[in-house]
């Protein structure tokens, strides 16, 4: 059964900052590619930032040099760290294998508010 605890959400204004982690069962980060995903209101979920086993990320566009994914396999974690958050940041965030199981998370809310 894989298991997926993701945390770090909140509200936080324009330009803020936060850093999501999410711990996996078993040593899921430590043997696949691991992703963040979100799914905004009225969105479907998307894949905004991924990691391989060697440590090269991906980003969706719309985040790119703000965001920064990295891992720690020792802790069975990854992180997702976000820096000047916009109003279109806001979503629930997930963390899953990249291409993802079936199973997922609670997720955590990230809400970017003034």
């Known amino acids: 059964q894989v298991q997926l605890v993701e945390s770090g959400g909140g509200l936080v204004q324009p330009g803020g900052s936060l850093r999501l982690s999410c711990v996996a069962s078993?040593?899921?980060?430590?043997?696949?590619?691991m992703g963040w995903y979100r799914q905004g209101p009225g969105k479907e979920r998307e894949l905004v930032a991924g990691?391989?086993?060697?440590?090269?990320?991906k980003y969706v566009d719309s985040v790119k040099g703000r965001f920064t994914i990295f891992r720690d396999n020792a802790k069975n974690t990854v992180y997702l760290r976000m820096n000047s958050l916009k109003p279109e940041d806001t979503a629930v965030y997930y963390c899953?294998?990249?291409?993802?199981?079936?199973?997922w998370g609670q997720g955590t809310q990230v809400t970017v508010s003034s």
């Open positions: 899953n294998r990249d291409p993802p199981y079936n199973s």
């Open positions: 078993g040593a899921i980060v430590r043997f696949n590619a």
């Open positions: 990691i391989d086993n060697g440590g090269i990320t």
